[in-house]
């Protein structure tokens, strides 16, 4: 048995996606939601409900990593645990949700990068990709990448409109049609990229709309999605997967 542990929870995809793999390959599991409201109590939950393994959603993810017995891997530097793994009387936590971005755009062929916004999203993400410079509408949360030695600009002083791959972490676009950033930014930004992703899904965003109107290849946030998670059932499984073939079938489920 494993489960996906979240406050809320009843949104998410995750039962959805490994059931269906699970079905599809024949494998004798089931993967449930747990709506956790105390996140300090959330490895006690694991061990009493006697699971395999476990997805840990907002706002969670911190109390996963700091309660778990061993970290490994991104997660580490991240801190932050999406995924939870039983290994004997141990309970071990990594991240999948960055190495999911990465494996999501695997064939994009960038060097330079942009990230749009400055918060968990884009912290995880300029870990995994430590080449990229950032963009926020405000300045106040660019103090933790600036002491990380990174490129930061707000709105008033971007001086740089040469990126291959232009990412969108902000929840612009999410319930409403804002843009991440001004129009005339974004503009500039768009006619010298190849690229541009949004972590949201579920929609088009106002921002990949804009970027196919420049003939940029797009991704959505079902990419992250799906490949976060096909890394997650790796980790259930112990064992590695044909990323390709797995991430079909959770396509195949999340878009019908
Ligand atoms: P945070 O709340 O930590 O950060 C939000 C950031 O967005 C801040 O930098 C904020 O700027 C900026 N922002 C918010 N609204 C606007 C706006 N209207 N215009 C410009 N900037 C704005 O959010 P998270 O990083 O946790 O999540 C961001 C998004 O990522 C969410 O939409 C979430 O759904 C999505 N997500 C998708 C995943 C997937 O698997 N596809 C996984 C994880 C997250 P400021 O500092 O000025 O407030």
Redesign the pocket.
Same mark, same amino acid.
Do not use: E, F, K, W
């Given at each position: 048995m494993f489960l996906i542990f979240g406050d809320p929870v009843s949104h998410s995809k995750s039962p959805l996606m490994h059931n269906y793999f699970f079905k599809k390959e024949k494998i004798d599991e089931c993967y449930g939601r747990y709506h956790l409201k105390e996140g300090s109590k959330i490895i006690e939950k694991f061990k009493e409900l006697k699971i395999k393994g476990a997805n840990v959603t907002?706002p969670h993810k911190e109390w996963a990593f700091k309660l778990c017995d061993e970290v490994r891997g991104i997660a580490k530097e991240i801190g932050a645990v999406n995924t939870l793994v039983k290994e004997g009387d141990k309970i071990i936590g990594y991240n999948t949700?960055a190495p999911?971005f990465l494996e999501a755009i695997k064939e994009f062929d960038y060097k330079s990068v942009l990230i749009? =916004?400055? =918060? =968990?999203?884009?912290k995880a993400l300029s870990l995994v990709l430590p080449q990229a410079d950032i963009l !926020?509408?405000?300045a !106040?949360?660019l103090e933790y990448f600036k002491q990380k030695n990174k490129k930061t600009f707000t709105w008033d002083n971007i001086d740089n409109f040469k990126y291959d791959l232009i990412i969108n972490?902000?929840?612009?676009g999410?319930n409403?049609d !804002?843009?991440?950033?001004p129009e005339e930014i974004l503009n500039k930004l768009f006619s010298n990229a190849k690229y541009a992703v949004d972590?949201?899904?579920g929609k088009e965003t106002p921002f990949l709309a804009l970027a196919k109107k420049y003939n940029l290849k797009t991704k959505t =946030?079902?990419d992250?999605?799906v490949y976060?998670g096909v890394l997650a059932m790796e980790y259930f499984l112990g064992k590695e997967l044909k990323r390709e073939e797995v991430a079909k079938i959770y396509f195949e489920i999340l878009k019908d």
């Open positions: 907002v949700d999911g749009i =916004g400055a =918060g =968990g999203t884009a !926020n509408r405000s !106040n949360r972490t902000t929840s612009a999410l409403d !804002n843009l991440p950033a972590v949201i899904y =946030g079902l992250m999605l976060q």
